[in-house]
C-alpha cells in the first residue's frame, strides 16, 4: 500500500481541531479494510462507517458492526422516521466526536471513474454540523485506486449486463480463491482538509441557516470533495500499463515500447496536476522500469494480458521460455479481447488527467485539415465534453469553455500545438514524442467513450418506433453495440458498458434527443431521425481522427 506522505500529518491536524468526516472514493469492497488499515498505521482515530445495508448479512454484517459500521439503506426518501433515526444518530456521533466515513458516491462505481455524488447522507451531517456551537468539523476528500481490482471479474461483468448478485454468505467463499491473486499495490492520498465552519463563512451563509441556504452549502462541499478526490488520485503503475496498452493501435506492446509510453503518459498526467504513486518513481522523479514490469507481470498472472516471447507460437506459449526472457527487452504483451474491461477499471481511475487533452485533439483532429480555428476547437472540444460529462464528472467543475481554453494553452506552452493568429496548427514537438503522435495518443483516450456515444445514438433510434422504460433501452443498447463489435463498426470490446450507456443516455436527455414521460423515454424535441442519425455519423468520424497521419511540417 502506497501512501502519500503528507496527507496523513494534515488529517492528523484536522482531527486535533474537531471531528473529522473522511469522503473516500468507492471503487472496491475493500476501501474499508484499506483506509482502515491506512489509518491505524499512521496512529490516526479509526471512524464510524456508513455502510450499505446490502453488507448486512451474517456473519458479516455482525462482524463489520463491531469493526465500527452502521448499515443505512441506499434510500429512505419518503420514509421521515427512518430519515429521523439516521439523523438523530449522525448527530449524536458528531456531537460524541466521533471520526464518520462515508462514500459520496453511493456506492461503487462500475467504470473506475469518479460517479456524481449522492448529497442524501451528506445533507444530513451538514445539517448537524451547522447545529454545533464551538465544535469544529472538517470533511476530508480521500482517493484509493488499485493496479488491479479484486472484483473486476465481477464488474466487467456487470458492465456488460450482467446482473448484480446480491452479496451473501455465500459469496465468502470465493474469497479464499481471490486472496490466492497477485493485485499490484494500493495507493492512497488525503486531499486537504475543508472546515465547514470557512466554507460557511466564504459563502456569506448565516449560522443558522435556511434549507436553501444548507442545501448550496453542501453542494459547494461536494464539489469541492469531488475535485480533491480527483486532484489526489496518485497515479500507479498499473494505470500506465493498462492506459498504454488499451489506447494503443497495435496488437501488442515490446517491453520497451511500454517503458516508454508509460513514461510519457506520466509526462502528460503530471502537467495536469497528477501526483505520482511513492512506488512509481525514483527521488529524481523518474520512473521506475521495475514498477511498470511488476504491474505488467501481476496483470499477466491475472489473466488481464498475456505474454509472448521469442519463438513463441501463436497457439502455445513455453512457460519455461517466458520464465526465462520475463524482465527482458524480448517479451511483447497483447491484450486479450476477454480482459479489455478489466483493464478498463484500472484506466478509470486516472482518464480524467488525460481527458481534457483528449477534448483538444479530437476537436483539432476531427477538423481533417493542417490548421483549425481556435474557437472552433474550442466549440467542437466543448460540445463533445458536455455529451460526456456524466462519465467524466471533473467536467462539471467550473465553465467548460474555460477548462478547454487553459488546456489548450498548456498544449501550445508544450509544443503539441501552434498558435497561429488566430488558428491553430500541429506544433514542433517536445523532447517526448513528435507533435502529431503526441496528438493521436492523447485523442486515443477518449475512443472507448466515443464509441459508447456511437452505440447510444444507433439505440434511442429505436425510440422512433416504440417509446421503451430506460432498462429496456439499455439492453437494447448493449445487444446493439454487441452486433457493431462483431460486425467491426466499433474497435473495442470496453465500450459495451451498461453505467457509461446510462450516462450517454443522460446526456442525450439533456441535449432534447430523448426525453422522460412517465416510466418511459421517448424522441426529445431534438430528437428526430434526421438529427440522431448525422450525429451517430459524426461520432463514428471523430472516433477516426486520430488514425490520420499527416506531414507536421518540420516536427
Known amino acids: 500500500i502506497d501512501v502519500e506522505a503528507v496527507g496523513p500529518e494534515k488529517t492528523r491536524e484536522a482531527a486535533r ?7 473516500p472514493s468507492h471503487k472496491s469492497h475493500v476501501d474499508y479494510l484499506v483506509l482502515t488499515y491506512v489509518l491505524r498505521k499512521n ?12 453488507l448486512s448479512f451474517f456473519p458479516v454484517g455482525e462482524l463489520l458492526r463491531r469493526g465500527g459500521a452502521f448499515f443505512i439503506r441506499r434510500d429512505f426518501r419518503g420514509d421521515r422516521l427512518y430519515a429521523a433515526v439516521v439523523d438523530a444518530y449522525v448527530r449524536r456521533l458528531l456531537r460524541d466526536g466521533w471520526a464518520i466515513e462515508f462514500y459520496l458516491e453511493g456506492g461503487r462505481s462500475r467504470t473506475g471513474r469518479l460517479l456524481a455524488p449522492k448529497l442524501g447522507l451528506l445533507n444530513l451531517v451538514v445539517d448537524a454540523a451547522l447545529s454545533l456551537e464551538g465544535r469544529t468539523v472538517s470533511f476530508v476528500p480521500v482517493s484509493i485506486g488499485y493496479d488491479r481490482l479484486m472484483e473486476d471479474f465481477e464488474l466487467a461483468r456487470e458492465k456488460a449486463g450482467g446482473k448484480k448478485e446480491r452479496e451473501s454468505a455465500r459469496s465468502l467463499l470465493a474469497v479464499a480463491d481471490a486472496l490466492k491473486d497477485d493485485y499490484g499495490r494500493v495507493s492512497v492520498c488525503f486531499g486537504d482538509p475543508i472546515e465547514l465552519e470557512t466554507l460557511r463563512a466564504e459563502l456569506g451563509v448565516p449560522a443558522s441557516p435556511s434549507p436553501a441556504k444548507r442545501r448550496a452549502v453542501t453542494n459547494k462541499l461536494a464539489t469541492l470533495v ?4 480527483h486532484a489526489h488520485m496518485l497515479v500507479g503503475a498499473g494505470a500506465l500499463v493498462a492506459t498504454a496498452l488499451l489506447d494503443m493501435q497495435g496488437r501488442g506492446l515490446s517491453q520497451p515500447e511500454l517503458l516508454s509510453r508509460c513514461a510519457r503518459l506520466f509526462a502528460t498526467a503530471s502537467r495536469a496536476g497528477a501526483l505520482a504513486s511513492p512506488s512509481l518513481v525514483h527521488v529524481d522523479g523518474r520512473i521506475r522500469e521495475t514498477a511498470i514490469r511488476d504491474a505488467a507481470v501481476a496483470f499477466v498472472r491475472g489473466g488481464l ?8 507460437t501463436l497457439g502455445r506459449e513455453t512457460e519455461a521460455k517466458k520464465r526465462e526472457q520475463r524482465g527482458t527487452n524480448e517479451v511483447i504483451y497483447p491484450v486479450p479481447e476477454e480482459a479489455r474491461a478489466r483493464l478498463d477499471l484500472v484506466k478509470g481511475c486516472v482518464l480524467h488527467f488525460f481527458a481534457d487533452r483528449a477534448l483538444v485533439s479530437l476537436a483539432f483532429l476531427g477538423g481533417r485539415a493542417r490548421s483549425v480555428t481556435r474557437p472552433r476547437v474550442r466549440e467542437d472540444a466543448a460540445s463533445l465534453g458536455r455529451m460526456l460529462v456524466h462519465e467524466l464528472t471533473h467536467l462539471t467543475d467550473g465553465p467548460i469553455e474555460e477548462r478547454i481554453d487553459r488546456t489548450i494553452d498548456d498544449m501550445v506552452l508544450a509544443g503539441e500545438l501552434t498558435a497561429a493568429g488566430d488558428a491553430l496548427v500541429v506544433g514542433p514537438g517536445n523532447d517526448l514524442a513528435d507533435a502529431m503522435v503526441l496528438l493521436s495518443s492523447h485523442a486515443s483516450h477518449l475512443l472507448a467513450l466515443i464509441e459508447v456515444l456511437r452505440i447510444a445514438a444507433r439505440a434511442v433510434r429505436v425510440l422512433s418506433t416504440e417509446p421503451l422504460e430506460e432498462k429496456v433501452l439499455l439492453a437494447r443498447a448493449l445487444l446493439i453495440g454487441r452486433g457493431m463489435f462483431l460486425g467491426g463498426e466499433i474497435d473495442r470490446r470496453e465500450a459495451l458498458s451498461g453505467p457509461a450507456l446510462s450516462s450517454a443516455f443522460g446526456a442525450f436527455l439533456e441535449r432534447g434527443l430523448i426525453k422522460r414521460n412517465k416510466d418511459v423515454l421517448e424522441p426529445g424535441p431534438e430528437g428526430a431521425p434526421e438529427v440522431v442519425k448525422p450525429l ?10 486520430p488514425r490520420v497521419a499527416w506531414p507536421t511540417g518540420g516536427a
Do not use: W, Y
Open 17 to 23: 481541531k474537531g471531528t473529522i468526516v473522511l469522503l
Open 43 to 54: 496512529l490516526l482515530e479509526l471512524p464510524v462507517i456508513a455502510a450499505g445495508d446490502n
Open 226 to 229: 469531488m475535485r480533491g478526490i
Open 305 to 312: 494480458l498475456r505474454e509472448h516471447v521469442p519463438d513463441d
Open 536 to 545: 451517430e455519423a459524426q461520432l463514428a468520424s471523430i472516433a477516426a481522427a
